[in-house]
């Protein structure tokens, strides 16, 4: 089954490779989507695939890298598009 997650990292995200292990991630689970800074600090995320699949990226960035610090993590499930080919850093 297809799932969709809209995800929002809080905490020490940025500057610590955190898109970068992110794509690494998604790409070895076969998840489609994007990763994202935002200028307050936070790293916005849309991941879509196979919901197992989905779910594992989505524990994957509750830690996120090891030089990461994750505070928060948002997260919102959306309908899935199938709008993504491959998952980017935007």
């Given amino acids: ?9 809080s905490g020490r995200v940025q500057g610590v490779f955190f898109r970068q292990a992110t794509k690494r991630e998604a790409d070895s689970l076969g998840v489609k989507g ?3 800074n ?3 600090g936070r790293v916005e995320a849309v991941f879509e695939g196979e919901e197992d699949f989905v779910k594992m990226l989505l524990d994957f960035v509750k ?3 090891p030089q ?4 928060k ?5 959306e309908e899935p598009t199938g709008e993504f080919r491959t998952f980017s850093i935007v």
């Fill in 34 to 36: 994007w990763v994202r």
């Fill in 63 to 65: 830690h996120g890298p």
């Fill in 1 to 9: 089954m297809k799932a969709r997650v809209h995800v929002w990292v």
């Fill in 68 to 71: 990461a610090k994750v505070s």
């Fill in 38 to 40: 935002l200028p307050d």
């Fill in 73 to 77: 993590l948002d997260v919102t499930w």
